[in-house]
């Protein structure tokens, strides 16, 4: 499919980079990009690629929702165009493979969330992050206050939000908003290589664990651990926990097929 804002590699087996590619407005994420987004989320085949990058052209990851599409919007517009944004981004929280946003620059507003949507993040140290959305006179849109409050808590969240403040890679890293930080020309071969060390794990199980960690998110204690007692019940259903224990107890790497 040709897309005119996002570029994608396959050419790794099993990895998909997806670049958000429109630097002249710093990935700015437009109602084109954002369609563009959810048709390239919506047509992913998962059984191919089993771990998604996505990063941004130039200095920029995303600096954030479109400034010049949303000046002009309604009461009813800006519902629209926040209710389409966060439809997508959930739409990759609950892709059926790991996420993974290698931050390059600027992650601001709707580029903070979407990289929140991603399973992990990695971060070049020229990468930057904040919601400074109260400064527009609006608040962060595509679920910011929802997500940041749960990665960093919501003391945390609320100073980053009322504030508007930017923040550096290795404060984002400090208060558990990324995972890891590296130099700029580390940045994408320490995801690929994060990448690669997923895809040698049993894919069913990755996905499994996925989907629970996500379901896990609002329920109580108690609901989360009798389903994480299901979805743990569920590897024993599957090929690959019988491939994966044997070639332990054979002393032999393991070849999952992902069934
Ligand atoms: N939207 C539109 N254009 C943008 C945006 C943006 N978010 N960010 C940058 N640009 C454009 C600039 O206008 C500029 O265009 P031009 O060359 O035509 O003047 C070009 O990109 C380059 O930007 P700068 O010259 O400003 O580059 P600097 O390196 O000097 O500054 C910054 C970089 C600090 C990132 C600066 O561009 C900036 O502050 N950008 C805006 C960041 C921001 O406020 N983001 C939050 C936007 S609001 C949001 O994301 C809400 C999401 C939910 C929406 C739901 C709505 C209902």
Redesign the pocket.
């Known amino acids: 499919m040709e897309y005119q804002f996002l570029k994608y590699d396959n050419s790794r087996e099993g990895i998909c980079v997806l670049t958000i590619a429109s630097p002249?407005?710093?990935n700015?994420?437009n109602t084109t990009i954002l369609a563009e987004l959810d048709a390239f989320v919506s047509s992913i085949d998962t059984s191919s690629t089993r771990v998604l990058i996505i990063t941004g052209e130039g200095?920029?990851f995303v600096?954030?929702?479109?400034?010049?599409?949303?000046s002009g919007?309604n009461h009813d517009e800006?519902?629209e165009?926040?209710r389409y944004?966060a439809t997508i981004f959930k739409k990759i929280e609950d892709l059926e493979i790991p996420v993974i946003a290698a931050v390059n620059g600027?992650a601001?507003?709707?580029?903070c969330?979407l990289a929140m949507s991603c399973d992990i993040r990695v971060a070049s140290v020229k990468a930057s992050f904040g919601q400074?959305?109260v400064?527009?006179g609006?608040i962060?849109?595509?679920s910011?206050t929802y997500r940041l409050s749960k990665l960093v808590g919501q003391g945390i969240a609320k100073e980053l939000i009322y504030t508007g403040d930017?923040i550096s890679a290795d404060e984002a890293l400090r208060i558990g908003l990324v995972n890891k930080v590296v130099a700029p020309d580390e940045l994408m071969d320490t995801v690929i290589a994060m990448a690669e060390r997923i895809l040698t794990s049993a894919p069913v199980a990755v996905r499994y664990a996925k989907r629970c960690i996500n379901e896990n998110y609002d329920l109580t204690a108690d609901e989360a651990i009798a389903l994480e007692n299901r979805y743990f019940a569920q590897c024993f259903a599957t090929a690959d926990q019988k491939e994966g224990m044997s070639a332990f107890l054979e002393k032999r790497k393991p070849t999952f097929e992902n069934k």
């Open positions: 002249a407005t710093l700015a994420l200095k920029a600096a954030g929702a479109d400034i010049a599409q949303m919007l800006g519902y165009f926040g944004g600027f601001l507003g709707g580029g969330e400074p959305e400064n527009l609006i962060p849109g595509f910011g930017r």
